[in-house]
């Protein structure tokens, strides 16, 4: 379900059916799944990923931030589309981890009424607010929104967005289920007004430069990284010389580094010139 102003509501309403479910999870990957607490949020995200052979190309599709590829052999490995900006890269990252950990989650926990929904939007639903609830954390949001001391509410929440690593909507229904629960009708109407808002990405790059934000964050990253599931197969050839699947899938995965390090190229010339 794509997010608008007109089910916003109802978002809220399925985050807060959800919020004890979600909540649950991230105790069991704060738990089990996190092993370096020191590290930014977004950095802890990245460990979790490699460990599961994570897959970075740059893909020119602005719908599409990632995904999880279920292999023949059960394993499951994260895609993250890098052509998009690094600050809703940071946001996918949680996202896929939601879908990589879940069946995990599941096998440790006890409570027969605690279940995981299989349908599709739901689950969805889950990843996003999951994703979100650990990029916002403990974090207070709705009180720093309201610390700065700015006019325009577009600028506003770029403060946001530089801050919390955060994607523009993501900061919206964040900060709009904190407006409810503070029944600010005035912030909650402003939300609505501004959040069907399209921005360019060099629109964004432009204002985050103007305020003086750290404007790496809305640049995407292009990075062509297949060395983890490269890594793997390799094993997989050291220890089954004679098995030719093996050097089967390694020529796949090769090819598809060369095609998507060609792209990585392109994609970079194309954006030279207004992304430095």
């Known amino acids: 379900m794509r997010i608008t102003s007109q089910n916003l509501d109802e978002t ?5 059916q959800i919020d004890r479910q979600v909540q649950e999870h991230i105790k069991y990957i704060e738990k089990r799944i996190i092993k370096w607490k020191a590290l930014s949020i977004e950095e802890q995200a990245y460990e979790i990923l490699k460990e599961h052979h994570l897959i970075e190309i740059p893909i020119p599709d602005n719908n599409w931030g990632g995904a999880i ?36 989650e599941m096998k440790q926990h006890e409570e027969k009424s605690y279940e995981i929904s299989t349908e599709f939007d739901l689950n969805e639903r889950k990843a996003d ?32 967005m530089k801050s919390f690593k955060a994607p523009y909507k993501a900061v919206l229904i964040q900060l709009y289920q904190m407006a409810k629960k503070n029944h600010n009708d005035q ?32 640049k995407p990253s292009f990075v062509t990284n297949l ?39 392109q994609l970079k010339e194309r954006s030279h010139g207004w992304l430095p």
């Open 12 to 16: 809220v309403k399925r985050n807060d």
């Open 69 to 104: 590829r279920k292999f023949p052999n059960g394993t499951k490995v994260p895609i993250i589309n890098t052509a998009q900006p690094r600050i809703y890269q940071y946001f996918i990252y949680w996202h896929e981890i939601y879908h990589l950990t879940e069946d995990q």
């Open 129 to 160: 607010y999951f994703a979100s609830q650990m990029i916002f954390g403990y974090l207070d949001l709705y009180d720093y929104f309201h610390s700065l001391k700015l006019n325009d509410f577009v600028v506003k929440i770029a403060h946001c």
């Open 187 to 218: 912030l909650q109407s402003q939300i609505k007004a501004h959040f069907d808002l399209q921005f360019s990405l060099r629109e964004w790059y432009s204002l985050f430069q103007e305020h003086a934000l750290d404007d790496s964050l809305i």
């Open 227 to 265: 060395n983890k599931i490269i890594e793997t197969i390799n094993n997989e050839i050291e220890q089954h010389p004679d098995v030719e699947l093996f050097k089967d899938n390694l020529k796949v995965v090769k090819d598809w580094e060369f095609k998507y390090k060609t792209l990585q190229k």
